[in-house]
């Protein structure tokens, strides 16, 4: 069965959004997973634990950005 254009667009839309949300929720886990090495709870180098925390806020706060204007300019609606 094909899809209307409609139906498209918005399972399209919907794929976007779990990706941008998991990407989120990834980013999330890094940076608790980074707090808890720099904080001692878990036996990794100091340094390990501050990266890890730094990339997860840039997976929180910019790498969804990306993803979302990679999604609108594969948008088969734009010109």
Request: proline fraction near 5%.
């Amino acid at each position: 069965m094909s899809l209307s254009t409609r139906e498209a667009a918005e399972a399209r839309a919907r794929t976007g959004f779990v990706i941008i949300t998991a990407t989120r929720f990834g980013g999330v886990a890094m940076v608790l997973l980074g707090f808890a090495i720099v904080r001692g709870v878990i036996d990794l180098p100091y340094a390990v634990g501050a990266v890890l925390a730094v990339l997860g806020f840039l997976e929180v706060f910019f790498l969804p950005r990306f993803i979302a204007r990679r999604f609108k300019a594969e948008d088969p609606r734009q010109p």
